[in-house]
């Protein structure tokens, strides 16, 4: 089986669709939102580690909203012998470093700031996530209404 | 621990801090509260930010030397709740207890506490949290008990007893009944502030554990537990800091006991 596509992440899934080179029969390999969260809980990290363990790695990686002044959240850390998993990281990795930054308009600014602060900043990603995703350069109200949509409120 | 909610477990655990630093006893101080995390605040540190060096994070020491460790530190304002990031917050009921472990577990254990003679860890009420700390912690020393002499919090508490020793097979040092009396800051009067004289001592004498003393409320006490500085220092002779230094003689008696 050779890796044909990867899709996502999104919403804390993601898909990887392997293809037989001799009879294009394809498999698909998905990550299930509650049993990522559940193993990222535990600090475990898929594929193993390249970089030094940080003290608090877990706790400080978990937040939702930390100190501006404190150190930074510890690096992700790639690596580890199973294809798959080397997969799912650079797969995350490439979303995560993603240079192209959707634009947000003022109106969809606007809505945002009216979330509460200290959750404003993981709502904030899951929507530009979502926009990269769906290949939006800009996020309007319609893009966060798609967003809501896609989460069932 | 006390399982019950507002009995004054962050209280009594600043007071013993500072009772126990008198004492020269090396002490330190993890509030294991993740949800309301008030150490921070009560010991004076708040305005910390914890900061990594040689591998582990470096406790805040407070005014009087005192190392803290609180999940307060981590969060950016004082009515920051605790939110873990997440996808989504549905469904988190999977997951919470599991991150809030390891983060306990990280606090403990990822904190340069410096060279301590004891570590008071300040619970969160619940009758299973100090089950849950036991399972991080095997080689735990005991537990000190906080009750109020209500007829509900006792009721509470010694549920919380029954708990610690038969199911987290957990020693007790003992109970201390906090907001005994109250001791007016001017003439000094004592007024009862619930009904049951001698009530906690009976609760303490019925499930065969040591009562440790009583601690009375006055507000020049809470007023320094608002700013994390020594009332002992400040009001020795005072019989709130006899009180609390009397408590704090007590547990170090029973750790030196623990420790032949």
């Known amino acids: 089986m050779a890796l044909k596509s990867t899709h996502g992440p999104f919403d804390g899934s993601m898909s990887i669709v392997y293809e037989c080179p001799t009879c294009s029969v394809q498999t698909a390999m998905l990550t299930n939102r509650a049993e990522t969260q559940m193993v990222r809980s535990l600090g475990v990290r898929i594929g193993g580690r390249t970089t030094p363990e940080e003290p608090m790695e877990t706790l400080r990686s978990n937040l939702a909203s930390v100190q501006e002044e404190s150190p930074e959240g510890p690096p992700s850390g790639t690596g580890g012998k199973c294809p798959f998993t080397g997969m799912v990281n650079d797969a995350i990795g490439a979303a995560e470093s993603e240079p192209k930054k959707p634009v947000w308009t003022a109106e969809a600014l606007a809505r945002i700031e009216a979330i509460p602060h200290y959750i404003r900043p993981m709502v904030k990603r899951n929507v530009e996530s979502y926009a990269r995703e769906q290949g939006y350069l800009e996020i309007d109200e319609d893009v966060m209404d798609a967003v809501r949509g896609s989460l069932g409120m | 621990m006390s399982g019950k909610g507002g009995v004054g477990k962050s209280t009594v655990t600043a007071c013993l801090a500072d009772g126990l630093t008198r004492l020269g006893v090396r002490t330190g101080v993890l509030d294991a509260d993740l949800n309301g995390p008030c150490m921070a605040r009560m010991m004076g540190v708040r305005d910390h930010k914890p900061s990594p060096k040689n591998g582990a994070m470096i406790a805040a020491r407070n005014a009087y030397g005192v190392p803290v460790m609180s999940m307060d530190m981590f969060l950016p304002e004082d009515e920051t709740p605790l939110v873990w990031e997440a996808s989504s917050q549905q469904g988190a009921y999977t997951w919470r207890s599991m991150v ?125 537990l608002e700013t994390g500085r020594s009332y002992i220092e400040v009001h020795a002779g005072h019989p709130a800091a006899n009180a609390i230094l009397d408590v704090a003689q007590r547990v170090h008696f029973w750790l030196k006991n623990q420790s032949k």
């Open chain 2, 100 to 224: 809030e472990m390891s983060a306990l577990r990280e606090l403990l254990s990822d904190t340069d506490w410096g060279d301590l003679d004891v570590l008071l860890i300040d619970l969160p009420p619940g009758a299973e949290r100090l089950q849950n700390l036991a399972d991080l912690l095997p080689d735990l020393t005991g537990a000190i008990v906080v009750s109020t002499a209500s007829q509900t919090a006792m009721t509470v508490v010694s549920r919380s007893i029954l708990m610690a020793l038969n199911v987290a097979n957990v020693r007790i040092a003992g109970v201390v009944e906090n907001m005994s009396t109250m001791i007016c800051s001017e003439c000094r009067c004592k007024e009862q502030m619930f009904i049951g004289t001698e009530a906690v001592e009976e609760l303490a004498e019925r499930h065969g554990v040591p009562y440790l003393g009583a601690i009375p409320f006055n507000v020049t006490l809470a007023d320094f």
